[in-house]
T-cell receptor
Framework: NAGVTQTPKFQVLKTGQSMTLQCAQDMNHNSMYWYRQDPGMGLRLIYY???????DKGEVPNGYNVSRLNKREFSLRLESAAPSQTSVYFC??????????FGPGTRLTVL | GENVEQHPSTLSVQEGDSAVIKCTYSDSASNYFPWYKQELGKRPQLIIDIRSNVGEKKDQRIAVTLNKTAKHFSLHITETQPEDSAVYFCAASIWYGGSQGNLIFGKGTKLSVKP
């Protein structure tokens, strides 16, 4: 099993460009999550999906949109990237009140 | 809403010493408390977790204790080794509303073990 996979691993964007981060899991989890990690700030939840067909805002949703394509896939879209969105992005999957499994992360730089 | 405070933000110990990281949470209904280890450039990975019906849990050199009355939980690492050097995150589960079961993370503790 691959666990949680993410693409791309690295990305550099110019301000105003758009991109989509892809995430997939093969553990049959209902819940999937997108976090961003900034130095000294821990892991902050951007959006989550408690089940296929549902998505909800987390702590820091502004500037992002998500799509739960099916049970396996959960994508994060930046419509108009800003330098403040420079961060490391982690996708995770799991079951409520249980361990979350993280993907390898995407390091995004917005110039 | 739930809030998790983690201390210290950095911790330096000598190899073989013990390390303790403490977290407090605000929602008394939280019932699941995991600890994650993140090595440099890697993803966070679960190292141990505890549920609210248990006061202490051990796994070899790692232990977690939970004090529900005081709403705090701690990670204890004994006989530290250089490979224990990493950032450690605590988390607590949310009990209420539509985000039930989600985790709120502390800001992390960077542990350095000096040989």
């Amino acid at each position: 099993n691959a666990g949680v996979t993410q693409t791309p691993k690295f990305q550099v964007l110019k301000t105003g460009q758009s991109m989509t981060l892809q995430c997939a899991q093969d553990m049959n989890h209902n819940s999937m999550y997108w976090y961003r990690q900034d130095p000294g700030m821990g892991l902050r939840l951007i959006y989550y999906s408690a089940s296929e067909g549902t998505t909800d805002k987390g702590e820091v949703p502004n500037g992002y949109n998500v799509s739960r394509l099916n049970k396996r896939e959960f994508s994060l879209r930046l419509e108009s990237a800003a330098p403040s969105q420079t961060s490391v992005y982690f996708c995770a999957s799991g079951r409520a009140y249980n361990e979350q499994f993280f993907g390898p992360g995407t390091r995004l730089t917005v110039l | 809403g739930e809030n998790v405070e983690q201390h210290p933000s950095t911790l330096s110990v000598q190899e073989g010493d013990s390390a303790v990281i403490k977290c407090t949470y605000s929602d008394s209904a939280s019932n699941y408390f995991p600890w994650y280890k993140q090595e440099l450039g890697k993803r966070p990975q679960l190292i141990i977790d505890i549920r609210s019906n248990v006061g202490e849990k051990k796994d070899q050199r790692i232990a977690v204790t939970l004090n529900k009355t005081a709403k705090h939980f701690s990670l204890h690492i004994t006989e530290t080794q250089p490979e224990d050097s990493a950032v450690y995150f605590c988390a607590a589960s949310i009990w209420y509303g539509g985000s039930q079961g989600n985790l709120i993370f502390g800001k992390g503790t960077k542990l350095s073990v000096k040989p």
